[in-house]
């Protein structure tokens, strides 16, 4: 829909805006977008299965998944 189309435009903005400036437009928009499917993804898997984790201890693995990488999970 057209409100969801708006909440997920100013997500990928407000992504790209922490990204460094280095990067190319084509790599910033990519990369935003990237963030933004895996947090979907978390997202709808944890209301699917009902996970008893709380909002933000998922936000935060799944911060640290995206500044660490796989090497940072524990």
Request: hydrophobic fraction near 40%.
């Amino acid at each position: 829909s057209g409100g969801t189309r708006m909440v997920e435009d100013h997500m990928r903005a407000t992504i790209q805006s922490f990204l460094p400036e280095n990067l190319t437009d084509e790599a910033r928009t990519l990369t935003a977008q990237a963030i933004l499917g895996m947090a979907e993804g978390v997202c709808r898997d944890w209301l699917a299965t009902g996970a008893q984790r709380s909002p933000d201890e998922i936000a935060e693995q799944l911060g640290r998944l995206l500044v660490l990488g796989l090497a940072g999970l524990e």
